[in-house]
């Protein structure tokens, strides 16, 4: 069974920086197709980034050249390197995977996500 368990939310003031942590049991991460995704309160759940098995990254342009997703496929890892935060980052993420046979399928669409970690705060004061 595929289980995936987010750490490392928190708060933090305005500009500064977070590293959130997937950790992942039950399959190889190089396997999957993984990203990360935030609900704020009232909106729907949005993907802030997305790694191919290649390797290949995608984010929205909210977050890009502020957020980097990466993986450690040894650690069974997968991060979210998230700088300059600003309040209308907070919100709960969470990381989420999929097994595909597509070395090159990347998304940031929720409903291509089958497993999903618990979620973890994030929260970004003014």
């Known amino acids: 069974q595929l289980q995936l368990v987010e750490s490392g939310g928190g708060l933090v003031h305005t500009g500064g920086s977070l590293t959130l942590s997937c950790a992942i049991s039950?399959?190889?991460?190089?396997?999957?197709?993984t990203g990360w995704f935030r609900q704020r309160s009232g909106k729907e759940r949005e993907g802030v980034a997305s790694i191919s098995r290649k390797g290949t990254e995608d984010y929205p342009d909210s977050v890009r050249g502020r957020f980097t997703i990466s993986r450690d496929v040894a650690k069974k890892m997968v991060y979210l390197q998230m700088n300059n935060l600003k309040p209308e980052d907070t919100a709960v993420y969470y990381c989420a995977a999929d097994v595909t046979r597509n070395y090159l399928f990347i998304s940031r669409r929720a409903d291509d996500f089958a497993f999903w970690g618990q979620g973890t705060q994030v929260t970004v004061s003014s």
């Open positions: 039950g399959f190889s991460v190089d396997g999957l197709t």
